[in-house]
DNA sequence: CGTATAATG
DNA sequence: CATTCTACG
């Protein structure tokens, strides 16, 4: 049995739904969507995105107005869901949301994006540090039950050079900044999980997820890989195709971010 | 000689352009516009407004950003102009600005919306009590030198039952109170002014000049005329015709307001 | 450059 | 209900 996973950072999930997520969502084989930057509250989503037929909806907005916000949409009813992992900052910061599924545990996860110098950048070095000992929790937790682990969102760090498309330009901005990309290295090595889009693709540059809406950044394909789906490995085995859903132009698109989706053979 | 005057409040000159002002402007047959909330410094306007060809245009924008800001366009170049009418507290809000043609001085003005019970509606009472002595003096000044004044603009008041739909509904609300009322009536009888529009046309409900955003108002007319040309007896007798230029739909519209053109036979 | 809020009208 | 500003990304 086949199970399809997709991660994708709405950039604001009222604005994306006018211009082309509801129909993107109607059009999906996904079982399971996690979503990042919903941007509101769910009573101001339309009906048929807060509560999707066919669809089990796990909202965690931000207690701040208008920022942040993850979801979780799977066509399964999940048998445990959780807000937050345990942090007195982040809980109500709208960056992180799970289920549980048969012997599966999904995560959508929106890092924060900084800005070198500023206030920005310290929060999400402190979100970095915390989340890493979550992430060494979760993966504890999971060998003790048994159970796979799925970590999907906007980590808002691109790991190597081939994650961005250009990376001399980049090195010291947010994002790419070496100790960024070491705690990425740790988050592989030491806690064990596994990138899955970049094992199925060891030597694409790319495929990016993710081009500013500035200039011609996506016109030119210049974009970064910093969405992803992060696996404790015994799933990431299971990986047997990843695409990112790059829409056909600059007009079709409905968010800055696409799509990453990857279809594992389950065996649950 | 037939001169003609239009007065319009734009709701923001940047998103009115790009509507259909500048197609009005275009065809209009006006020889002085004035124009109320702009809603930008000169700058940041594109330049066939900011300096129409053909026209002499005086902007006087708010000391705040993106509020309020008046402006003269007229065809003849003005022997004078000023901005501001002596008041500390609002020469530099974007509420006053005028200029001397041959003959006559044209004002533009933007007085204060208010609202019941707030800080804005004693902002309006305080624009109104100093406002009122301006034109006193500028009717003394002009009866001294023989010259003729109008001032034209969005008052936000609407004097008469007839100037608005639902005047019972609309009593105690800032635009139609007692106190309002009122005062314009002093402008009237006291200052010696004349309502030009009201009195070419003495007996219809309105014309109506500003229809709200919100609901129908627009689709039903249910309208207020507060957009006046108030001018000295000697020019009001020169007025020959008068016409609100209502939009054909709610969609043609560029702004909540509509132009209001006076044609003045004009001895000058 | 785009999505949000907030204040204003 | 529309236009702006500001914060954020």
Not at 13 to 32: C, H, I, Q, Y
Not at 84 to 103: N, Q
Not at 143 to 163: F, K, P, Q, S, Y
Request: charged residues 25%.
């Amino acid at each position: 049995m086949l199970r399809v996973v997709t991660t994708v950072n709405v950039n604001g999930l009222r604005a994306a739904a006018k211009k082309g997520f509801s129909a993107w969502l109607a059009a999906t084989e996904a079982d399971v969507v996690c979503l990042q930057e919903v941007r509101a509250e769910p009573e101001q989503l339309p009906a048929e995105i807060r509560e999707p037929e066919g669809w089990h909806a796990v909202w965690a907005p931000a207690a701040a107005k208008g920022r942040a916000g993850v979801a979780l949409l799977s066509r399964q009813r999940p048998e445990r869901q959780r807000i937050g992992f345990g942090s007195a900052e982040f809980d109500t910061s709208g960056r992180y949301a799970e289920i549980d599924l048969p012997g599966l545990t999904v995560v959508s996860l929106y890092l924060p994006s900084g800005e070198v110098g500023t206030e920005r950048q310290e929060e999400k070095e402190r979100f970095m540090k915390e989340f890493l000992v979550h992430l060494l929790d979760l993966r504890t937790q999971a060998a003790v039950t048994g159970r796979e682990v799925l970590v999907c969102g906007d980590w808002n760090i691109a790991h190597r050079e081939a994650d961005l498309k250009n990376w001399r330009a980049n090195q010291k901005l947010s994002g790419f900044l070496p100790e960024e990309r070491a705690w990425l290295t740790r988050v592989f090595d030491e806690a064990g999980y596994v990138d899955v889009v970049r094992r199925l693709h060891p030597d694409t540059p790319g495929p990016y997820s993710w081009w500013s809406y500035r200039g011609k950044a996506f016109d030119n394909d210049s974009g970064w890989r910093i969405d992803y789906q992060i696996a404790t490995p015994g799933l990431a085995e299971q990986a047997v195709g990843a695409r990112v859903e790059r829409a056909a132009s600059y007009d079709a698109r409905w968010s800055d971010h696409a799509p990453v989706t990857v279809t594992y053979a389950a065996q649950a």
